[in-house]
């Protein structure tokens, strides 16, 4: 699986904006500056995610971004989704459009497997547990693995 430059870059921004709910919205420029996100690249993820209900924006001098939900109720895979689209395709393709003979035949449940165990993770951990830095147990135990840290 590959997390895009877009999806990283977007999960980072949701991530400052839940970090700073309580200081009002925040101007794209300070969210770009706080998390070294090129600017023009973050106002168009900015835009994808407003149009796909995750962000509010406002104009004028007090203006900019903010989450349209508490960060407790967004997902990371809510983030990805809106930005990348599905979490895990095959060629472009989701998982259960797919079809497979001969000796083939049982990738497809194994590509639906790996889907089952990213959403798994991606779902089940909100921007309020990363930006709080309280990730669910199974993510913790999966990340102090030191086989996880290890490219084979």
Do not use: C
């Amino acid at each position: 699986m590959r997390i895009s430059a877009r999806a990283d870059y977007a999960v980072r921004a949701a991530l400052q904006l839940a970090g700073s709910r309580d200081a009002g919205p925040l101007k794209a420029e300070a969210i770009a500056d706080a998390q070294d996100i090129p600017h023009k690249f973050l106002e168009g993820i900015l835009n994808d995610m407003r149009r796909g209900g995750l962000v509010l924006s406002q104009r004028g001098g007090n203006g900019g971004y903010r989450l349209a939900k508490e960060p407790a109720a967004i997902s990371i895979a809510d983030v990805i989704r809106v930005v990348d689209g599905p979490l895990v395709s095959v060629r472009g393709v989701r998982p259960p459009e797919l079809s497979y003979s001969g000796p083939a035949e049982s990738l497809l449940p194994l590509w639906i497997a790996l889907r089952a165990n990213v959403r798994q993770i991606l779902d089940g951990v909100s921007l309020a547990e990363v930006a709080s830095a309280e990730l669910p147990g199974q993510v913790s135990a999966l990340a102090e693995d030191p086989a996880s840290w290890t490219n084979p």
